[in-house]
């Protein structure tokens, strides 16, 4: 069955730095773009970055363009998010997914940006 499996999160102060992984399973994971998405606190799940199938295709949200970075090895099954200049806007759950119709959720990683 599909999986996700997100870590790396944690509490860091505003201007620190995290990265974040993802492990997939159950589908062909070098044929699929995929995203990051964010759930703060009260507000609705979204999309924060994709990357295409082959990587070379990425698009990030306005607010956190030039400090978030998305990769992904394709035979580790495995996509990243290394978030840099943190800011306490960027707290919330982080999910990995398909990029399309993104579906089974994984638990998500945590990220808490506070001073």
């Known amino acids: 069955q599909v999986q996700f499996v997100e870590s790396g999160g944690g509490s860091v102060q505003p201007g620190g730095s995290l990265r974040l992984s993802c492990v997939a399973s159950?589908?062909?994971?070098?044929?699929?773009?995929l995203g990051w998405y964010r759930q703060a606190p009260r507000k609705e799940r979204e999309l924060v970055a994709s990357i295409s199938n082959g990587g070379g295709s990425i698009i990030y949200a306005d607010s956190v363009k030039d400090r978030f970075t998305i990769s992904r090895v394709n035979p580790q099954n495995t996509v990243y998010l290394t978030m840099n200049n943190l800011k306490p806007e960027d707290t919330g759950e982080y999910f990995c997914?398909?990029?399309?119709?993104?579906?089974?959720w994984g638990q998500g990683t945590q990220v808490s940006v506070s001073s």
């Open positions: 997914n398909w990029r399309v119709h993104p579906t089974y």
């Open positions: 159950g589908f062909n994971f070098a044929a699929v773009d």
